[in-house]
């Protein structure tokens, strides 16, 4: 964890929306980013779940690697190698709480950005080849293979990525070799790149895999997590599901809303909640930890009107949304006053998956809402949607999507 502390992340340039430090031809492929990443949160994904050896263990390997945390909001490294660092011409700083998009470019195939993006929405491994680009804007072709580190409960504690350079004997990272046209690089392919296709070696591959398999098999003997970590889901999706975990692309999705908000597990007894952003935590004062896994009940007190609980079970049971303002009491009992918002989340087949809480603290129980309020209780209502959208592209209990058929 003391890579962490020795790096406290940067702030971002308004100019070229880029970390400081230099600009780079690919600027606008930068994340947007409305405050600094949260180094306390970043250092906690890696205590609260492996030794505090783990950083030393993990500085001994050699490979170009990162480790992001999907239940942090846009899925941010928390860990990176030094060899990732010397490959893409980065500083720490400037890479801890920053998604791997930054290596993307004018360039990078969205297609295989998809590819991507679609291995972390099933929870799968993936291996690509990608053209990224280094801090200076310089192009690099990328041998880059993904996996998920799983808990054994079945939800995905981080996902390791590692990097490997590769020269321009470029190929599919399928079986099958394609030609790679030099266009690609901003050349006209000559005649001889057209007769012979080039492709990957499968050494590089394996190499690559090896890598991945020994950064994994770290993090799983560093662990601390109850009942260990594992490299392959011991339980399958809908045993994951009973479980009341949160998959990876719902995950980011929830994340991404910066708004005060539960997910309850209708599916699981007592309807306990499986998912509290930041900003409910900052509201309450309790950590993720103490929330996950109770009934928002807890939030309840000597003066919480009877008739608002009872107001919210009814529309439960009626499978309807309503608004109440109710008396709730933070972690340290002092009270405020929760202009509450709890919908439905119904899943692709229809059926309700899960229940959606939005806060909004507010001031009394008598005043009307203002303007600004009307405002935040309007962006309350979008934060259901977006859920709403979220896991209705969800198969099943809410656990993948339905993979794209070749």
């Given amino acids: ?26 600027s606008s492929f930068f994340p947007s980013r409305r405050s600094p990443p949260n180094l306390e949160a970043l250092v906690e994904s890696l205590s609260r779940s492996y030794t505090s050896q783990i950083d030393t263990a ?39 709480g920053w998604n791997c998009r930054f290596l993307q470019g004018p360039d990078t195939d969205r297609g295989t950005v998809a590819e ?54 470029l190929a599919s990272v399928g079986t099958e070799s394609c030609t790679v046209e030099g266009k690609l690089f901003g050349e006209e392919a000559d005649e001889e790149d057209e007769a012979e296709p080039a492709t990957i070696d499968e050494v590089v591959k394996q190499k690559a895999a090896l890598a991945v398999q ?41 994340t991404r809303i910066q708004q005060s908000l539960v997910l309850a597990d209708i599916s699981l007894p007592d309807t306990p909640i499986v ?13 993720r930890e103490e929330v996950v896994g109770r009934n928002c009940r807890f939030l309840q007190g000597p003066d919480t009107d009877p008739g608002a609980v009872r ?17 709730n009491y933070r972690k340290d009992n002092t009270p ?9 989340v119904r899943g692709a087949n229809g059926k309700v998956a899960y229940y959606v809480g939005v806060q909004l603290d507010v001031n009394t129980a008598e005043i009307p809402m203002r303007g600004d309020s009307l405002v935040a209780h309007a962006k309350q209502l979008s934060a259901v949607g977006v859920v709403r959208v979220a896991v209705r592209s969800l198969q099943g209990s809410g656990l993948r999507r339905t993979p794209s058929q070749s």
């Fill in 1 to 26: 964890m003391s890579q962490l502390l020795r790096s406290a992340p940067s702030v971002m340039d308004p100019e070229n929306n880029s970390p400081l430090g230099g600009r780079s031809d690919h």
């Fill in 58 to 96: 993990l500085s001994n390997h050699e490979y170009n690697f990162v480790l992001t945390d999907p239940r942090l909001h846009d899925n941010p490294i928390v860990f990176a190698s030094e060899g990732f660092l010397r490959m893409s011409g980065y500083e720490r700083h400037q890479v801890i």
């Fill in 116 to 169: 991507i993006r679609d291995a972390i929405r099933e929870e799968r491994a993936c291996q690509v080849r990608i053209l990224n680009y280094s801090r200076e804007g310089t192009p690099f072709w990328n041998l880059f293979h993904l996996a998920p580190v799983f808990a054994s409960d079945g939800r995905v504690v981080h996902y390791v990525g590692v990097q490997t350079p590769i020269a321009n004997e």
């Fill in 214 to 254: 020994r950064v994994t098999g770290e993090l799983t003997q560093s662990s601390r997590v109850a009942g260990g970590l594992v490299q392959d889901r011991c339980l399958t999706f809908s045993d994951c599901a009973a479980n009341g975990v949160v998959s990876s692309s719902l995950m980011l999705s929830l």
């Fill in 275 to 287: 998912h509290a952003s930041d900003v409910f935590c900052e509201l309450t004062g309790y950590s």
């Fill in 311 to 327: 107001e919210i079970r009814e529309a439960i049971e009626a499978e309807k949304p309503c608004t109440v303002r109710i008396l």
């Fill in 336 to 344: 405020f006053w929760n202009h509450l918002h709890v919908a439905p």
